[in-house]
């Protein structure tokens, strides 16, 4: 049957995995010699069997949503208003599975992760202003990573919280460095003692026995009462919707060998959508444990004073003794151990995150050990400092601001990945659906507004009520205003760019008709093409 010009129009489906092009030239990528003549394979192999290929990157970047700072957070979401702020946990995580696929998406679409596409995509100017930007991203994701791995050893060792960063800072080398020789083993024993904290929560939670109905309206019907709500809400959001995640992720899928056909794009974007979900499922449940323990014993009518003087400035360091009553005087030992587990988990996938952004932006050629350590160097410097001038409390106030940064930091990666996995001229026919589209940017736009308001009016009230001479608040306001007004600038101008740089190239009209068959192309001679598999990305560690 002929197929019309307009039909193809209309029905194109092209599947042709990145044909990068900036400013209309395409820009080549390493591929793997020896994946020749396999995608047909790949194809054929049972369902189970592919989705098994694509798991991993999706439980990597779900580390960071059991992450010491999603821990404090939760903790002190708990004790100050029980089950109250449940709600913004599950819209966070809806909203994180949504922006994690499209993420995802981006990378198996157009062979290039999103620290690439805006360095093709912005001028120089605004490519430094948001490699910068994720810098801080990341340096403010790893802050709480590294102060809670510090805690674990302060309660383990005695050793003070300082000494512990430097500690985490070469350990987290040293992990990296081990997991050529046994990666599998080593992921699968962190992930094993991240678990321990969630099955002691679990416990707890079994022996507190807090209100299911309680629990679940705290789910479904969302409230900000009482002071501090607010704050905690957007620290919780902060804490849950972390921008470098997006740059991770779509770096993630790099590392799996996807067929260059529309049933192999197709399938890998909904394999990765489902190992997401499962993934981000599994952090929901380990969250609503948290904040539930917290709210129940916080909450509690019995609750002795030593415990009540605890709950109103509970940090990762003293919170050990929601765990007595399932572990006894070993409690704080556990609990030690899994945020020991939980904070080195995922300083990994930050130093990768880190690694990518300035491999993306910069283009910088260095070897690995060399990237790891210049990463872990910037990240841990902030926490070190303030462990030092401000010890564990200093330590502790320094996660909670963390968070806020991140809230802060987020429009300036998921503007750019809204508009590029949107556009026909990154995605093709695989830019998402009118329906992703306004869901996204519905939630996208309420939680920059939500930001953008909280900022401006804490900031104003602070410095209206501050004891600081009145000379010295107008300096401060002549400083910050303006830069308020930069970055809502700066936001706007992210939305409303028109994009230039094209990153997809539709097949030819007879690859075109044979990819929407299933048909794998072939080269001339006999030999199938070529995957664009990014060699530069492969050492990811993931099972095969």
């Known amino acids: 049957m002929e197929v019309t010009r307009d039909e193809r129009d209309s029905d194109r489906v092209s599947s042709k995995r990145v044909a990068a092009i900036d400013g209309l030239k395409e820009a080549s990528f390493p591929v793997d010699a020896d994946n020749k003549c396999k995608s047909d394979e790949q194809l054929k192999a049972p369902r189970w069997k592919r989705f098994l290929a694509h798991v991993g990157p999706g439980f990597l970047v779900s580390l960071a949503y059991l992450d010491p700072g999603n821990l404090e ?39 290039r992760h999103l620290a690439e596409i805006c360095k093709s995509e912005y001028p120089i100017f605004i490519r430094y202003c948001l490699w910068l930007l994720a810098e801080v991203a990341v340096i403010a994701a790893d802050i709480p990573e590294v102060i809670g791995t510090a805690f674990a050893l302060n309660i383990l060792f005695h050793i003070p919280i300082w000494v512990g960063v430097l500690i985490t800072g070469s350990n987290t080398l040293l992990l990296l460095g081990v997991q050529r020789y046994g990666v ?209 409390a200093g330590a502790g106030r320094l996660i909670i601001i963390a968070s806020m940064i991140l809230s802060f930091e987020l429009p300036f990666a998921l503007i750019p990945l809204l508009k590029f996995s949107s556009s026909s001229t990154k995605m093709g026919p695989h830019r998402n659906s009118i329906w992703i589209i306004i869901i996204s940017w519905l939630l996208g736009l309420m939680i920059i507004g939500i930001n953008i308001y909280f900022l401006s009016t804490s900031f104003t009230d602070w410095l209206l009520k501050s004891s600081l001479p009145k000379a010295g608040r107008v300096i401060i306001g002549i400083i910050v205003f303006p830069l308020m007004a930069i970055y809502i600038i700066a936001v706007g101008y992210l939305t409303f760019r028109k994009d230039t740089v094209i990153t997809f190239a539709p097949a030819s009209d007879k690859m075109q008709i044979e990819m929407e ?22 050492d990811i560690p993931f099972p095969e």
């Open 517 to 538: 068959k299933g048909v794998h192309i072939c080269s001339g001679d006999g030999e199938n093409e070529v995957v664009p598999y990014r060699e530069d990305l492969a």
């Open 184 to 392: 599998r083993k080593l992921e699968f024993i962190i992930s094993m003692l991240v678990f321990v904290m969630a099955a002691c929560f679990f416990g707890e939670m079994g022996y507190v026995k807090p209100p299911a109905g309680e629990v679940i309206k705290g789910l479904f019907v969302p409230k900000l009462n009482g002071d501090g709500a607010t704050a905690d809400a957007i620290a919780l959001l902060g804490a849950l919707v972390m921008p470098h995640n997006l740059f991770l992720h779509s770096a993630l899928v790099l590392s799996r060998k996807t067929p260059a056909s529309v049933k192999g794009i197709n399938d890998a974007c909904r394999f990765f959508l489902i190992e997401s979900g499962f993934a981000l499922f599994i952090a929901l449940l380990i969250n609503i444990a948290v904040v539930s323990v917290s709210g129940t014993v916080c909450k509690a009518r019995d609750l002795s004073a030593d415990d009540a003087e605890k709950c109103s400035d509970l940090t990762l360091n003293s919170a050990s003794f929601l765990l007595k009553n399932v572990l006894g005087k070993s409690g704080s030992i556990v609990y030690a151990i899994a945020l020991l587990a939980s904070g080195q988990s995922s300083t990994i996938t930050g130093t990768y995150a880190g690694q990518y952004v300035m491999q993306g932006f910069l283009n910088i050629k260095m070897k690995k050990w060399q990237q790891n350590l210049l990463t872990r160097c910037i990240a841990i410097a902030p926490s070190l400092v303030v462990s030092i001038i401000g010890g564990s």
């Open 73 to 111: 957070t939760d903790l002190q979401a708990g004790a100050n208003h029980k089950y109250e702020l449940l709600w913004v946990i599950l819209i966070g995580l809806i909203f994180a599975l949504i922006i994690q696929s499209l993420a995802a998406n981006l990378g198996v679409v157009t062979g």
